[in-house]
């Protein structure tokens, strides 16, 4: 049972009412193939704005623990989400998100790993850059802006896909890769910040 559409709907709703979302850079998500969806993390409702902001299905990476609870597990794998281990070298997890990308489906990430506690872009760790080297995906810069206030001004905004061919025949390492991917996100939040 796939619940996607179903919360998409409903966090539409609530995304555009609660915080009145403005969605910009729609057209530079490709319609069809891979594409890893990378995107600045400042809140647990991230992924739920980058859901409603795409034009396309995000499959997302979470941690294990969301899978623990029956009730959990069942929302999880209803949504399709991969569950990973923190805090160490998740390889049946690394595999499985790349089979997303190689299936033409979009992969959200939040580089950092984890939510930054200032609101400010955080460091990005490897795991973009592997999933940027290692697939033929569009590589889509994303970023929220704003503050999760109710009846604030909340933004996301996609840029163009980033082209890893130079990337590639540098050997850049996974580190490097998820550099450039941070100062695309970066250059977002400068461009659609208030």
Request: aromatic fraction near 8%; include cysteine; charged fraction near 25%.
């Amino acid at each position: 049972m796939n619940l996607y559409p179903l919360g998409k709907a409903l966090s539409t709703g609530f995304a555009k009412t609660t915080f009145r979302l403005e969605v910009h850079g729609k057209e530079h998500v490709p319609k069809t193939g891979g594409v890893l969806l990378c995107c600045n993390h400042k809140s647990n409702l991230d992924p739920v704005i980058l859901g409603v902001g795409c034009p396309r299905e995000v499959r997302y990476m979470a941690k294990e623990e969301l899978f623990k609870a029956p009730a959990g597990k069942w929302l999880m794998e209803s949504l399709k989400v991969i569950p990973v281990k923190r805090g160490q070298s998740d390889k049946l997890a690394l595999r499985k998100g790349l089979a997303v990308l190689q299936e033409g489906e979009v992969y959200g990430m939040f580089p950092e790993g984890t939510r930054s506690k200032t609101g400010e872009l955080g460091e990005g760790l490897g795991g973009a850059g592997f999933f940027a080297l290692r697939s033929n995906a569009a590589i889509v810069p994303s970023a929220v802006i704003g503050d999760y206030r109710m009846f604030g001004k909340l933004k996301l905004a996609f840029g163009p896909p980033i082209s890893f061919e130079s990337a590639r025949e540098e050997k850049l390492s996974s580190k490097e890769a998820t550099e450039l991917i941070m100062s695309k996100i970066s250059a977002l939040i400068e461009q659609y910040k208030e």
